[in-house]
């Protein structure tokens, strides 16, 4: 059987068999090089333990059905796709990238996916990325074809463009793919060129702090910062704002907008902060590390302004628990999370007074995720 479009959000009507293999895809949180990724900068991110699970079985027929244990979170599909049938709705994200690799020519069998997650969802933390580049290795498995990790995050990246209606950049998609356990990801979005750099564990943590404000980059003001930045490379004379220097950003930005001036200083100067920042922890200097983060924080807020007042508490309130290094917010913005890099050894301890100061502050307890960087999406054996 062909079907084109989505039949059902409601109760199953085609039985499926029981799950017969698992792919697990992890979050990721940036430590700094943010809303540089589409102007062709440097990012930092890492793969974290909240994650999307995939319970995958194949199907005798040609439909694919995307579950979770809530029944509004049910689609099923046939096997021709269009973006105008998931305006708005979650299914734009995998249903997005089979219809990339349809692209490519594959023949997608039927499938029953599973979806449950330790991942929550507006965080942030790329849930989305998480469900495309998870839903892309299912489809890998079910097919017995591989994509290159570069090109299955790209086509998670277009499904985004294409589907969800997101113009976001690389970052995402390609630390999911390409996280390792223990390490930061030094991706180069201008070359797509990354190494790994090593996070002391046993000297410092990562604790994540939802502000309590579901981000969303769908509602225009991020597609607002990457006009603006291009506007300004153009000001500048530039292909992208990768292209300029600092020295050369500081001559001549007398000449530019109000607007353009402040965005492309946000990314003139978080390039340098994410080479310190690098630098920093090559040679364990915890607290060089957390001045780059918190001066990327200032820069998010005064100059991108993508922060929002219960990030710039969070911030605020890191600077009296002793054992924080530093912290910033981290992802899109406009809500979502802050990072913060903190003393290993007392990490629990400085996790609770964090989650106390907060609460003195605005009388509740945000959501907290102490986490190790993992590694990249897997199958689980
Ligand atoms: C979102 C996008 C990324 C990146 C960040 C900001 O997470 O998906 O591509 O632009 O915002 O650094």
Not at 156 to 163: G, N
Not at 280 to 306: F, I, Q
């Amino acid at each position: 059987m062909t079907a084109s479009v989505v039949v059902s959000h409601s109760g199953a009507s085609i039985p499926s068999r029981p799950a017969v293999f698992s792919v697990i895809a992890p979050g990721r949180v940036n430590l700094i090089g943010e809303h540089t990724d589409y102007n062709e900068g440097l990012v930092l991110p890492m793969a974290i333990e909240p994650h999307i699970r995939l319970d995958v079985a194949a199907r005798p027929d040609q439909w694919m059905v995307f579950e979770s244990d809530r029944p509004e979170f049910r689609v099923e599909v046939g096997q021709t796709l269009s973006p105008h049938d998931f305006k708005g709705s979650w299914a734009a994200y995998p249903c997005g990238v089979v219809a990339g690799l349809k692209r490519l020519g594959w023949d997608i069998p039927g499938f029953t996916a599973r979806i449950s997650a330790t991942l929550p969802a507006g965080a942030g933390l790329s849930s989305s990325a998480a469900l495309e580049v998870g839903v892309a290795t299912a489809v890998e498995v079910l097919t017995g074809k591989r994509l290159p990790s570069e090109q299955k995050a790209l086509l998670c990246q277009r499904a985004e463009h294409e589907f969800a209606g997101v113009p976001c950049g690389i970052m995402d998609q390609f630390a999911v793919t390409l996280g390792k356990a223990g390490h930061a990801l030094l991706l180069d979005c201008q070359t797509r060129a990354s190494v790994y750099v090593p996070l002391a564990s046993e000297a410092v943590s990562v604790l994540i702090i939802h502000s309590g404000v579901k981000h969303s980059l769908a509602d225009g003001e991020y597609a607002k910062r990457r006009a603006e930045c291009q506007s300004a490379a153009r000001l500048l004379g530039v292909a992208s704002l990768r292209e300029i220097s600092p020295s050369d950003w500081r001559d001549r930005e007398p000449s530019l907008p109000d607007v353009e001036r402040r965005r492309s200083r946000h990314v003139v100067t978080e390039h340098e902060r994410t080479l310190a920042f690098v630098d920093a922890l090559n040679v364990r200097d915890w607290h060089a590390a957390g001045e780059c983060m918190y001066g990327s924080h200032a820069s998010l807020r005064e100059d991108y302004e993508v922060s929002c007042k219960e990030l710039d508490l969070i911030v605020d309130v890191s600077r009296h628990v002793d054992g924080v290094f530093g912290c910033r917010m981290t992802g899109g913005g406009f809500g979502g999370c802050a990072v913060a890099l903190i003393d290993a050894g007392r990490a629990p301890q400085i996790e609770q007074l964090f989650r106390s100061r907060c609460r003195d502050r605005t009388g509740v307890d945000p959501v907290t995720f102490l986490t190790k960087a993992t590694g990249g999406v897997a199958l689980l054996q």
